[in-house]
């Protein structure tokens, strides 16, 4: 019933910038948290930025100062501004979203695919 697809990932190189979005589709009432995380060869997934629909935002320590989450509730859709990128930022990122289909039913946990992001000189 809800999809999430992100775009914006590539190929950059170190010190360089990138803005990931994702739009969430579908039978949408609500969406509470939008997060971004990510997954390095080898690693866990790991948490990146989260922001609320009050815009309060949480971001992990190896990426503050550098990445900027951000949301249009009119669009269903969460950026993520990366700055000063390192080769350790390299990894696929995942938008994440809690979404109500309905304000009678119970938030829903959704992932989008991924979309790769390289830093590399």
């Known amino acids: 019933q809800v999809q999430l697809v992100e775009s914006g990932g590539g190929l950059v190189q170190p010190g360089g910038s990138l803005r990931l979005s994702c739009a969430a589709s579908g039978v949408i009432a609500m969406i509470n948290v939008m997060g971004w995380y990510r997954q390095a060869p080898g690693k866990q997934r790991e948490l990146v930025a989260t922001i609320t629909n009050h815009d309060s935002t949480t971001y992990a320590d190896s990426v503050k100062g550098r990445f900027t989450i951000s949301r249009d509730n009119a669009k269903n859709t969460v950026y993520l501004q990366m700055n000063s990128l390192k080769p350790e930022d390299t990894a696929v990122y995942y938008c994440?979203?809690?979404?109500?289909?309905?304000?009678?039913?119970?938030?829903?946990?959704?992932w989008g695919p991924g979309t790769q992001v390289t830093v590399s000189s």
């Open positions: 994440n979203a809690d979404v109500r289909t309905s304000l009678f039913k119970a938030t829903a946990n959704y």
